[in-house]
C-alpha cells in the first residue's frame, strides 16, 4: 500500500520523506489555507516546492465546480509539474471532466467520496484515483471502513484500473484496516504514521537490550 501525507506543511511533507515511506502527497484549499498560503500564484508556487521534496503523485484542488471551469484550472495545474494529479470534486461537471481529462492523457484523484456508487461513476470516467472519505463517514455514525471494502469489491470485479486512496484516514488504526481491506493508497497526517512506530513492547525490549549492553560493557 502506498503512503501518501495529508497536509501543505513543507517540513511535515519533509520529514515523512526523510522516513523513506512516502510515495505521495494530498492537498485541498483548506490544507493551504491553515499554511497561511493564498492567492493562485503563491499556491502555484507551493505545489512546486512539494513536487521538489517528493518523487510521487502530488494531487492538487480545482477551485471550480463547472466544467469549464474545472479543465481551465486543471490544464493549468497539470502544466505545472509531471507529478500534479488534478484534484476534481464527485459533482455532475467533475464526472464529466474526468472522462475529458483522461481523455486527454491528464490523472486525476476524484474527491470527496461518500458511496459505493460514486466510486463506480467516477471508475467508469476513468478517474486514476477515488478519494472515500473514511473519517468523515465515522464523524456520522457510518462506517467508512466498510466503503472501501465495497469499492475493492467492485472494482475487482470488473478490473477497473482506478486506484482507491483512502482519505481522511485520522489514527494508525484507520491505515492498518484500509491495508487489510486492500485500499491501494492512504492518505494521513503525519501523526498517524508516525504513530505507527510505537509499541510498548518495542520500547521495553530496546530498554532491556540497552540496560544488558551498559552491564557488559562494564
Same mark, same amino acid.
Given at each position: 500500500? @502506498?503512503?501518501?501525507?495529508?497536509?501543505?506543511?513543507?517540513?511535515?511533507?519533509?520529514?515523512?520523506?526523510?522516513?523513506?515511506?512516502?510515495?505521495? #502527497?494530498?492537498?485541498?484549499?483548506?490544507?493551504?489555507?491553515?499554511?497561511? *498560503?493564498?492567492?493562485?500564484?503563491?499556491?502555484?508556487? %507551493?505545489?512546486?516546492?512539494?513536487? /521538489?521534496?517528493?518523487?510521487?503523485?502530488?494531487?492538487? /484542488?480545482? *477551485?471550480?465546480?463547472?466544467?469549464?471551469? !474545472?479543465?481551465?484550472?486543471?490544464?493549468?495545474?497539470? /502544466?505545472? %509539474? /509531471?507529478? !500534479?494529479?488534478?484534484? #476534481?470534486?464527485?459533482?455532475?461537471?467533475?464526472?464529466?471532466?474526468?472522462?475529458?481529462?483522461?481523455?486527454?492523457?491528464?490523472?486525476?484523484?476524484?474527491?470527496?467520496?461518500?458511496?459505493?456508487?460514486?466510486?463506480?461513476?467516477?471508475?467508469?470516467?476513468?478517474?486514476?484515483?477515488?478519494?472515500?472519505? !473514511?473519517? &468523515?463517514?465515522?464523524?456520522?455514525?457510518?462506517?467508512?471502513? @466498510?466503503?472501501?471494502?465495497? !469499492?475493492?469489491?467492485?472494482?475487482?470485479?470488473?478490473?477497473?484500473?482506478?486506484?482507491?486512496?483512502?482519505?481522511?484516514? &485520522? %489514527?494508525?488504526? %484507520?491505515?492498518?484496516?484500509?491495508? $487489510?481491506?486492500?485500499?491501494?493508497? #492512504?492518505?494521513?497526517?503525519?501523526?498517524?504514521?508516525?504513530?505507527?512506530?510505537?509499541?510498548?513492547?518495542?520500547?521495553?525490549?530496546?530498554?532491556?537490550?540497552?540496560?544488558?549492553?551498559?552491564?557488559?560493557? $562494564?
Amino acid at each position: 500500500m @502506498q503512503f501518501f501525507i495529508d497536509t501543505a506543511n513543507l517540513d511535515q511533507i519533509q520529514e515523512a520523506q526523510d522516513l523513506g515511506i512516502l510515495d505521495g #502527497v494530498t492537498t485541498n484549499p483548506s490544507l493551504m489555507f491553515k499554511e497561511g *498560503i493564498s492567492g493562485e500564484q503563491k499556491i502555484l508556487d %507551493h505545489y512546486l516546492k512539494i513536487c /521538489e521534496i517528493v518523487d510521487g503523485d502530488v494531487s492538487a /484542488e480545482v *477551485i471550480a465546480t463547472d466544467f469549464d471551469g !474545472i479543465i481551465k484550472e486543471g490544464q493549468a495545474l497539470a /502544466e505545472l %509539474h /509531471e507529478q !500534479i494529479v488534478v484534484k #476534481v470534486p464527485m459533482v455532475k461537471d467533475g464526472l464529466k471532466a474526468i472522462r475529458w481529462f483522461a481523455d486527454n492523457d491528464i490523472p486525476t484523484n476524484c474527491t470527496l467520496i461518500f458511496s459505493p456508487g460514486q466510486a463506480l461513476l467516477a471508475a467508469k470516467a476513468g478517474a486514476t484515483y477515488v478519494s472515500p472519505f !473514511i473519517g &468523515r463517514l465515522d464523524d456520522v455514525s457510518t462506517d467508512g471502513l @466498510q466503503l472501501i471494502s465495497d !469499492i475493492r469489491l467492485i472494482f475487482d470485479n470488473y478490473l477497473f484500473d482506478t486506484e482507491i486512496l483512502a482519505a481522511s484516514a &485520522r %489514527h494508525p488504526m %484507520h491505515i492498518i484496516e484500509c491495508a $487489510k481491506r486492500g485500499a491501494d493508497v #492512504v492518505t494521513a497526517p503525519l501523526s498517524a504514521m508516525l504513530a505507527l512506530l510505537n509499541h510498548p513492547l518495542t520500547d521495553k525490549g530496546l530498554e532491556q537490550f540497552l540496560a544488558d549492553h551498559a552491564k557488559g560493557n $562494564k
